[in-house]
């Protein structure tokens, strides 16, 4: 049984309502209709407790996956492509009408949030995400004005810069309500180079939206201390799904959007779960996707699931990290991963003594800014008949540690215990003999690049 099957929440509630259209309007598309055929229950979902009844689909599976799903009825408007983790292009398309739909949606929802602020400024959205990273964008906007800020390379800082410094945007707004978004690099990138300029008192933004990547507390604490009128936004997102989740200023986790459905899954198969890590699984609702919907949608993304006192009877959850990244065991009867990537980021970043990969490639000379990723890998080692698992963690020093052997030994012994506090299911794995952790410190920095969590 799964939370929202137990107690709805509002949210549910007006999924509910959503659902059933959201399956009659798929039903006219081949792909479902073939796929659902011999499904039992597949011809009463009405609920979002009945979208169990349905199969998980992906990218790529089954029967071709995501990329042959079409409706008859609609005309693909807008083309996007995304590779994520699997390093193979993935077309992504929208028609007009949902389009329409969403930006509706959207400008709704903002209008509200003003109402709540009291907020009668005009707003300007500035993003760093330009379409160069999915070939377009969605188009769909709560704003009317806005403004791109490429952060490809240097030349597009410069750029960017020299758009801030001006008097005004748009000639007809004296002092517009300021919202800003990108990744978290970008926006770190963006904040430090805004505040070498002087531009920080001309910028003042309102919000701070970090998507596309997970922000770190190196990420957050920066922006913040920057931007300190601004309320700092973690978002949940994913190029292929309209839809996503925020993070919660109060209980730490994410709440998702009302036009999606979560539910989170077993490692090993298909069950709901109210608690513990998890499959997330999306499905977008009518009207909000209409050519090409995804229904019961494998993000890729594993998450452990929560009952929030912000959310009662809602799914809420905490990132763990992308699948592809995971390494999984067998424990106790049951598949548990290995360890938590994106927690062991924060652990790692947590190290003074651990060398830092450039935040910006491109743009020099970003390599020492908070939320910098430390260079380390993790690498795991499968059982074998005379030895247990092992977890290899190799971490890139500050320093030489050769050098220094009585610091690199303490400095070991803390990685360490940074690392089995990252995941309950690692030291629980590692007490029982299970898998072992194996730490080795070098000072080379060709033994590891920066530690990523959502990237291939």
Known sequence: MSITEAVPGPKTRIRNKLVPGTIEHARAIPYYRE????????????????????PVVGKYEPAGGMAVVGHPDRTPSVLMHSSGTTGHPFTRYRSAEEVQELSALLSSLNAR?????????????LSTISK???GNSIGALAVERSVTLGLLSERDLVKALGLLRRPQLFPDLTDPLIQLSGTPDDLVVLAH??????????????????????????????????????????????????????RCERCGLFHFDVHVVPQV????????????????????????????PFIRYDTGDLVEVFESPCEPGE?????????????????????????????LRGALESLPELQRGPMHATIAPYDVLPGSAPRAKAEFHP????????????????????????????????????????????????????CELDVRLTGDRRAADPFTVRGA
């Open 35 to 54: 796929l659902w055929a011999d499904r039992p229950g597949a011809t009463a979902v009405g609920t979002v407790a009945d979208l169990t009844a349905l």
């Open 113 to 125: 949030a003003r109402e709540r602020m009291d907020e009668a400024r005009p707003i300007v959205h």
């Open 132 to 134: 160069r990273h999915h």
């Open 193 to 246: 180079a805004v505040q070498e300029a002087g531009l920080l008192d001309q910028l003042r933004p309102r919000t701070v939206t970090a998507l596309a990547d997970y922000l770190t507390d190196g990420h957050r604490d920066f922006l913040a201390a920057c931007f300190p009128d601004a309320r700092i936004v973690h978002r949940y997102s994913l190029s292929e799904v309209v839809g996503g989740a925020t």
């Open 265 to 292: 899954l077993s490692l090993d198969g298909e069950q709901s779960l109210t608690s513990g890590v998890g499959r997330l699984v999306l499905t977008e609702l009518f009207p909000f996707s209409q050519y090409q």
């Open 315 to 343: 799914v809420s959850v905490a990132l763990v990290g992308r699948r592809a990244h995971i390494p999984l065991v067998e424990h106790a009867g049951r598949q548990v991963p290995v360890f938590r990537p994106i927690a």
């Open 383 to 434: 059982a074998t008949p005379g030895a247990p698992a092992r977890l290899e963690l190799t971490a890139v020093t500050a320093f030489a540690p050769h050098l220094f052997p009585r610091q690199a030994e303490e400095l070991r012994a803390r990685v360490r215990e940074v690392v089995l506090g990252s995941s309950p299911e690692l030291r629980e794995l590692a007490a029982a003999g299970v």
